[in-house]
């Protein structure tokens, strides 16, 4: 439920940004765009992703000057539409928004997928981040992760802590404290992020690490007591959060779930540096900024070379936390 609150909230916000404010359209290289461009989110619509693509999208054809349609194609934990982009023409008028896991984390778990991160496609330009929250359930004793940890040792694998499903970030975030922690601790996968709830609030499940904007009313209830965000840096919505690198020996922890646009490899250059301008002046938005604060969301901009960066160095990081822990895909 708290979900579907996100979501529907999230999608009025968005809708409000694009009301307030308008983007002056820049012509392009070439006359570009003279069409619509399609968008292709890897995930099914209604989702968090996709009201993120689409108040993007709505915001980023005024900057074109001509429509962005976003397109669906879920499947295989994103893979569909990221290969459906990767084989597309290399023209500019089909884009891909893809989560950090699509990109990092999917090639490690699917041993026979058809795009290559750093081979099948162009970087434009990152949009948005967001973080876990480590939540536990208060009968849990530890009020800090450095509690957490010492119950953890005390209690090897008597600890359980919920994912949304093998493979997923609020898994590997598990898997990442766990490695670094030096402990054992049991894990339950659900299917998506919501449906573990009830076992945790109950305190049938110790913890969990999902998004922050699943656990808003619990955590203000007091159902759940929050010990840390993923991220390195505080959450503006949740100040009084620490991150987990505050916590001694976790300084080099970090889980920042970024979104971005690529396009295919192969496109021109001046057509990515021309997306990514335009990309950069929609995020830097005052309007953008206000609509996604209340839901732990920032907007994220940054050059091509540096997305292709961060997605070089996230999937050797995510590569050796999928091997170590053995994970395996749903």
Same mark, same amino acid.
């Given at each position: 439920?708290?979900? #579907?609150? %996100?979501?529907? @909230?999230?999608?009025?916000a +968005?809708?409000?940004?694009?009301?307030?404010?308008?983007?002056?359209?820049?012509?392009?290289?070439?006359?570009?765009?003279? =069409?619509?461009?399609?968008?292709?989110?890897?995930?099914?619509?209604?989702?968090? !992703?996709?009201?993120?693509?689409?108040? &993007?999208?709505?915001?980023?054809?005024?900057?074109?000057?001509?429509?962005?349609?976003?397109?669906?194609?879920? @499947?295989?934990? @994103?893979?569909?539409?990221?290969?459906?982009?990767?084989?597309a023409?290399?023209?500019?008028?089909?884009?891909?928004?893809?989560?950090?896991?699509?990109l !990092?984390?999917?090639?490690?778990?699917?041993?026979?997928?058809?795009?290559?991160?750093?081979?099948?496609?162009?970087?434009?330009?990152? !949009?948005h981040?967001?973080?876990?929250?480590?939540?536990?359930? *208060?009968?849990?004793?530890? #009020?800090?992760?450095?509690?957490?940890?010492?119950?953890?040792?005390? =209690?090897?694998?008597?600890?359980?802590?919920?994912?949304?499903?093998?493979?997923?970030?609020?898994? /590997?975030?598990?898997?990442?404290? =766990?490695?670094?922690?030096?402990?054992?601790?049991?894990?339950?996968?659900?299917?998506?992020?919501?449906?573990?709830?009830?076992?945790?609030?109950?305190?049938r499940?110790? &913890? !969990? %690490?999902?998004?922050?904007?699943?656990?808003?009313?619990?955590?203000?209830?007091?159902? /759940?007591?929050?010990?840390?965000?993923?991220?390195?840096?505080? &959450?503006?919505? &949740?100040? $009084?959060?620490?991150?987990?690198?505050?916590?001694?020996?976790?300084?080099?922890?970090?889980?920042?779930?970024?979104?971005?646009?690529?396009?295919?490899?192969g496109?021109?250059? $001046?057509?990515?540096?021309? /997306?990514?301008?335009?990309l950069?002046k929609?995020?830097?938005? *005052?309007?953008?900024?206000?609509s996604? =604060?209340?839901? @732990?969301?920032?907007?994220?901009?940054?050059?091509?070379? $540096?997305?292709? #960066?961060?997605? +070089?160095?996230?999937?050797?990081?995510?590569?050796?936390?999928?091997?170590?822990? #053995?994970?395996?895909?749903?």
């Open positions: 439920m708290q979900c #579907k609150k %996100f979501i529907a @909230g999230f999608a009025l +968005a809708l409000a940004a694009v009301a307030v404010t308008g983007v002056q359209a820049d012509e392009g290289p070439g006359g570009y765009p003279n =069409k619509p461009i399609r968008l292709v989110v890897p995930f099914l619509a209604g989702g968090a !992703t996709d009201q993120m693509a689409r108040g &993007m999208a709505q915001k980023l054809a005024e900057a074109l000057g001509q429509p962005v349609i976003v397109d669906n194609k879920a @499947g295989a934990g @994103g893979s569909i539409g990221a290969e459906a982009v990767a084989n023409p290399k023209d500019g008028y089909t884009l891909l928004y893809s989560t950090m896991g699509v !990092t984390i999917n090639p490690s778990l699917y041993p026979n997928l058809k795009y290559d991160p750093a081979t099948s496609f162009a970087p434009v330009g990152l !949009t981040v967001t973080a876990n929250l480590l939540v536990v359930n *208060p009968q849990v004793p530890a #009020k800090s992760v450095a509690e957490l940890v010492a119950l953890a040792r005390k =209690k090897p694998g008597g600890l359980s802590f919920s994912s949304a499903g093998n493979g997923t970030s609020s898994h /590997l975030s598990g898997e990442l404290f =766990k490695s670094i922690a030096g402990v054992d601790m049991q894990h339950v996968p659900y299917k998506g992020s919501s449906a573990g709830l009830p076992d945790l609030i109950a305190g499940i110790d &913890m !969990t %690490f999902d998004t922050a904007s699943l656990f808003g009313e619990y955590t203000r209830s007091g159902k /759940l007591r929050p010990l840390a965000v993923t991220s390195r840096e505080r &959450m503006p919505a &949740m100040p $009084e959060v620490p991150p987990m690198a505050e916590t001694a020996g976790f300084k080099d922890y970090d889980v920042s779930l970024w979104l971005g646009v690529l396009a295919p490899a496109t021109s250059p $001046e057509i990515v540096s021309y /997306l990514n301008r335009q950069v929609v995020m830097r938005e *005052p309007s953008m900024e206000n996604l =604060k209340p839901y @732990g969301i920032q907007p994220l901009y940054s050059s091509p070379q $540096e997305f292709a #960066k961060t997605i +070089a160095q996230d999937r050797k990081k995510w590569e050796a936390v999928v091997k170590s822990a #053995k994970v395996q895909a749903d």
